[in-house]
């Protein structure tokens, strides 16, 4: 079955990084795009960036362009995302997840806190 | 600054139905944004119900329904159950890596 695990959050202060992975098992991973999504607490979805099926191609919602970096690694079946100059804004549950053949998201991870504070 | 509205609370008795709706800031929701509904129970991640305005994925209960109602995509919920109680969110997508969730909606069954 499809399984995305999330890791690599915790508390960091302002203008620090982090980096949060996600572990996909279950599907062909060269065959499908990863989504991050993030929630503020008490907040909505908030789309973040995604990679293309081929890592050729990588999207950033604007609130995060240039701070932050997607990336994958093939041999492991993770996907990254590298966040930078981090801002007490950053701070949400972050969730990976799949993109369906076309437009659509279909399985999701458990999420993975960052808290961002001084 | 594309933004996707949907209605802040709603509630249902159990038994009835409800319908949730999804609007674009930049005019009539078409089937060319994909539309997409996910349900967040609290405290769990969400989970995919609805793709392309009205495919149900293969674990979405047949009560749950997608369409096009008006200008809007919308969601109903028929024969609404207990377990229904959560947050709803809408997804559209405006374009190659332009992706942008509804606020979301709380639903309440009482």
């Known amino acids: 079955q499809v399984q995305l695990v999330e890791s690599g959050g915790g508390v960091v202060q302002p203008g620090r990084s982090l980096r949060l992975s996600c572990a996909a098992s279950?599907?062909?991973?060269?065959?499908?795009?990863i989504h991050w999504v993030r929630q503020a607490p008490g907040k909505g979805l908030e789309w973040v960036a995604h990679?293309?099926?081929?890592?050729?191609?990588?999207y950033y919602a604007d609130s995060v362009k240039g701070r932050f970096t997607i990336s994958r690694d093939v041999s492991k079946s993770t996907v990254y995302l590298q966040m930078d100059s981090l801002r007490p804004e950053d701070t949400a549950v972050y969730y990976c997840?799949?993109?369906?053949?076309?437009?659509?998201?279909?399985?999701w991870g458990q999420g993975n806190l960052v808290t961002v504070s001084s | 600054q594309t933004v996707v509205t949907q209605e802040p609370s709603l509630t249902v008795a159990p038994g009835g139905t409800v319908t949730l709706t999804c609007a674009s800031s930049t005019g009539a929701v078409t089937t060319s944004y994909s539309p997409n509904w996910f349900q967040q129970r609290p405290g769990q991640a969400p989970t995919a119900l609805i793709y392309q305005t009205t495919t149900r994925h293969s674990w979405t209960p047949a009560r749950f329904s997608g369409s096009l109602l008006g200008d809007k995509a919308a969601l109903t919920v028929s024969g609404v159950q207990p377990e229904d109680e959560a947050d709803y969110y809408c997804?559209?997508?405006f374009g190659v890596g332009h992706l942008v969730f509804g606020g979301g909606t709380k639903l309440t069954v009482l």
């Open positions: 279950g599907f062909p991973f060269t065959s499908f795009g």
């Open positions: 990679i293309s099926y081929d890592g050729k191609n990588k």
């Open positions: 997804l559209l997508y």
């Open positions: 997840a799949k993109k369906g053949t076309w437009n659509w998201v279909d399985y």
